[in-house]
């Protein structure tokens, strides 16, 4: 079974795989996500601490331990040629050994109306809440964490889109409609495309404000080197 295949039979059971440190545990540990997935992100991450560790220096403990949830969604061509959803939060192991919880969820493609997207918002609190209560309950963390996940809100379904088939060539597109589309909801629908169109490659990082609101996004060409890890981790920015 390829990679992709793997990560689309994991997604059909709806449940988010996760992959990293947790308090209970004296060592990594993992669920439902592809091994090559895994090694992907083992490396870019032990890099991307390390680094992070040159760029923030002495303030760097300090940095990661109230470091936000970071929500994420990585475009095809980052890690393989699915869509992947979830979020990373800093955690260590039961020892004291400092390494990332990741929670994540792979799609063929990204929810695109409105409705969809509100409804993804609800599923990433859902891992949010679940990711924070692994901090909380040291004992149980691992049977905790894998029932709230089991409890997570259902992807969100696609609601029937403005457009239903493109035609293409190197100077013209030409988009047929549902009949009666307005103008507002076939424009989005177009944006939408384009926009994840290119994409490609890229990886996207926001964090949620203390008052439930994003308060910016990160687009970043692959995954983020120990610096933009660095920036991302301490809240700021833009990177440099």
Known sequence: MTMPEAAAAGAARDVPGWYG???????????????????????WLSSAMQGSRVALGERWL????????????????????MWWFGLLMPSCDSVGRYFPLLI?????????????????????????DAA????????????????????APPWPTPGRGP??????DAQAQHLR?????????????????????????RTLWWRTTEAGTEDSVDIIQGLPDGVRFADLLAGRVGGP
């Open 104 to 128: 994540a969820h792979p799609r063929m493609k990204p929810p695109e109306d409105r409705i969809a997207l509100d409804h993804l918002e609800l599923w990433y609190e859902h891992l949010a």
């Open 163 to 168: 457009m239903l088939a493109t035609q293409h």
């Open 21 to 43: 440190k947790l308090s209970s545990l004296g060592d990594f540990a993992q669920r439902r996500l592809p091994v090559p997935w895994m090694q992907a992100c083992d490396t």
């Open 132 to 151: 924070v209560l692994t901090l909380q309950d040291s004992q149980g963390s691992v049977d905790a964490l894998e029932a709230a996940l089991r409890d």
């Open 62 to 81: 300090e940095v990661y331990l109230t470091a936000p949830v970071l929500r994420f969604a990585w475009a095809p061509g980052v890690v393989d040629s």
């Open 177 to 201: 409609l549902v009949h009666g589309s307005p103008l507002s909801h076939w424009l989005h629908g177009v944006a939408a495309q384009v926009l994840a169109s290119g994409l490609h490659g």
